[in-house]
């Protein structure tokens, strides 16, 4: 968990502390969080305590999840908890685990020419500015 409200990461309006959710919150697909995730960071866990807020989660229950913060944002991921016996004696589980992205998907951005190649685009959600050479 970032140590303070300037440590969050870029597009991240609240940490959620100890047991709640951070914010902004978006289901995300499978292939996202392994295109996305740094293998070689430690995640934080944390329970949920107020799982309503979590998007698609189809339990009251208390949500365990697994945190990865990065520079942009954070994924959070919540394994599956039900499960059952095979015939053969396996473990099947009966959901998905679930992915969700922490932070801003910068979709909606405004672009300002610096000089003839160079932008700079502002996020307009978020506030993010970031500048693309577009001559390389
Ligand atoms: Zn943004």
Redesign the pocket.
């Known amino acids: 968990m970032p140590k303070q409200k300037s440590d969050l990461p870029i ?1 991240v309006t609240d940490d959620g502390h100890f047991n709640h959710l951070p914010m902004p919150i978006r289901q995300a697909r499978a292939d996202e969080f392994w295109g996305g995730v740094p293998f070689d960071r430690a995640a934080e866990y944390r329970q949920i305590t107020n799982p309503k807020q979590i998007p698609g989660y189809p339990h009251g229950y208390h949500a365990s999840c697994y945190i990865f913060w990065m520079a942009n944002g954070a994924w959070l991921v919540i394994p599956p908890t039900k499960w059952s016996l095979t015939d053969n004696q396996e473990v099947k589980y009966d959901e998905p685990p679930l992915f969700y992205w922490i932070g ?1 998907d ?1 979709d909606d951005a405004s672009c300002r020419n610096l000089s003839r190649c160079y932008n700079e685009y502002t ?1 307009k ?2 506030g ?1 500015k970031w500048r693309i050479d577009s001559s390389d």
């Open positions: 597009g801003c910068h996020c959600l978020c993010y």
